[in-house]
């Protein structure tokens, strides 16, 4: 430590007064102190194990469970919001003077047959892009967005938090991205009403009918908001986890996680 010579290879020797080991520099004679016991670089490395696999079971966690969250509410999503938008469809119907052919076995208005004849000429075509708009679409779109907010905004600060030592446009390209393609399993799927070979070989009420050409927009709404969602997780995920660290803990305690500012190269606030 006094001249930085090398002490590979210098003999051992214990101090008769204290027992300690020590070794001296052949060139300036400093007696360096030796540890007896192993020193902790084992239990270190063990650790950096531990943490390493907790960081990648983390990861595929919050991978798995935005995916999950996007997939859950864009299949439920499109069969509610056009279940609403089925009765505007069916008013403007009604205002035209259209007439109502029931489905044997059901009851509800939604679930009589649909006019296809209507349904492809102007009037029915400006009446399903006006049941994309009303109000109560729109109100149980909205509910279900925010509910979605609530469920996906942990993880997606979580992603940020993941892809911390990344580009920030790594990081939105990843936590953005994740809805998408779960958006794109879902429209895809080929068991969804809004299939055509499903479309087609069900009853044509005005249920199906409303379902099959609105629920994609729906379905598009909400994975957009959820894929925005993950773009301002990705964003604002690191610097939101480290001022809520930086509030519930003391100064001397925020070098426990010290490396949420380290990894984004800034130093660790002490006051």
Same mark, same amino acid.
């Given at each position: 430590?006094?001249? $930085?010579?090398?002490?590979?290879? =210098?003999?051992?020797?214990?101090?008769?007064?204290?027992?300690?080991? @020590?070794?001296?520099?052949?060139?300036?004679?400093?007696?360096?102190?030796?540890?007896?016991?192993?020193?902790?670089?084992?239990?270190?490395?063990?650790?950096?194990?531990?943490?390493?696999?907790?960081?990648? $079971?983390?990861?595929?966690? *919050?991978?798995?469970?935005? @995916?999950?969250?996007? *997939?859950?509410?864009?299949?439920?999503?499109?069969?509610?919001?056009?279940?609403?938008?089925?009765?505007?469809?069916?008013?403007?119907?009604?205002?035209?003077?259209?007439?109502?052919?029931?489905? *044997?076995?059901?009851?509800?208005?939604?679930?009589?047959?649909?006019? &296809?004849?209507?349904?492809?000429?102007?009037?029915? +075509?400006?009446?399903?892009?006006?049941?994309?708009?009303?109000? !109560?679409?729109?109100?149980?779109?909205?509910? @279900?967005? %925010?509910?979605?907010? %609530?469920?996906?905004?942990?993880?997606?600060?979580?992603?940020?938090?993941?892809?911390?030592? !990344?580009?920030?446009?790594? =990081?939105?390209?990843?936590?953005?991205?994740?809805?998408?393609?779960?958006?794109?399993?879902?429209?895809?799927?080929?068991?969804?009403?809004?299939?055509?070979?499903?479309?087609?070989? &069900?009853?044509?009420?005005?249920?199906?009918?409303?379902?099959?050409?609105? &629920?994609?927009?729906?379905?598009?709404?909400?994975?957009?908001?959820?894929?925005?969602?993950?773009?301002?997780?990705?964003?604002?995920?690191?610097?939101?986890?480290?001022?809520?660290?930086? @509030?519930?803990?003391?100064?001397?305690?925020?070098?426990?996680?010290?490396?949420?500012?380290?990894?984004?190269? +800034?130093?660790?606030?002490?006051?």
């Amino acid at each position: 430590m006094q001249c $930085f010579h090398p002490l590979a290879g =210098r003999t051992i020797e214990r101090d008769p007064a204290t027992g300690l080991l @020590f070794v001296r520099c052949g060139e300036c004679a400093t007696a360096s102190a030796l540890f007896e016991y192993p020193t902790a670089a084992p239990w270190v490395r063990r650790f950096q194990t531990v943490a390493i696999a907790s960081f990648a $079971f983390l990861a595929l966690a *919050v991978v798995g469970a935005i @995916f999950g969250i996007t *997939v859950g509410f864009a299949s439920a999503v499109p069969g509610f919001v056009a279940q609403a938008s089925t009765a505007r469809v069916v008013e403007l119907f009604d205002e035209g003077g259209g007439l109502l052919e029931p489905v *044997v076995g059901y009851e509800r208005v939604q679930d009589t047959i649909a006019d &296809s004849v209507w349904l492809a000429s102007d009037a029915g +075509k400006s009446a399903m892009r006006a049941a994309r708009s009303d109000a !109560r679409p729109l109100l149980v779109l909205t509910g @279900f967005c %925010l509910l979605g907010t %609530l469920a996906i905004a942990p993880f997606v600060l979580a992603a940020g938090l993941v892809c911390m030592r !990344r580009t920030m446009v790594t =990081r939105v390209c990843v936590c953005g991205g994740l809805p998408l393609i779960s958006g794109l399993t879902v429209l895809l799927d080929p068991n969804r009403v809004w299939q055509p070979a499903v479309f087609w070989s &069900s009853p044509q009420t005005w249920h199906t009918w409303v379902t099959f050409h609105n &629920s994609p927009f729906f379905l598009g709404v909400v994975v957009a908001w959820f894929a925005f969602l993950g773009i301002v997780g990705g964003i604002v995920g690191p610097a939101f986890v480290a001022r809520f660290f930086r @509030f519930v803990l003391p100064p001397r305690d925020r070098r426990l996680v010290a490396w949420l500012w380290h990894w984004r190269g +800034k130093p660790v606030p002490l006051d």
